[in-house]
């Protein structure tokens, strides 16, 4: 399964992808790539947020995609 569809499957909409940054969101949660970097956030209104097993899973799935990790 691909990273968006396993985002979307919890809930988050990709809101922004661009050379910079790609950002998934839901509600006042983000989940920030920033591409340059080879960094993510993961905010809630702005604070660090907890992450779950199956979010750790899409954002890994997102980091093999950038070609940040190899699978």
């Known amino acids: 399964m691909k990273a968006q569809e396993m ?27 920033q591409k340059d970097y080879k960094k993510y956030h993961a905010l809630w209104s702005g604070e660090p947020l907890s992450i779950d097993v199956s979010l750790h899973q899409a954002i890994h799935q997102q980091c093999i995609e950038l070609g940040w990790i190899e699978k």
Do not use: H, P, R, S
């Open 7 to 33: 985002f979307e499957a919890l809930g988050y909409e990709l809101d922004t992808n661009d050379q910079l940054l790609m950002i998934y969101k839901k509600n006042v949660i983000e989940i920030v790539f």
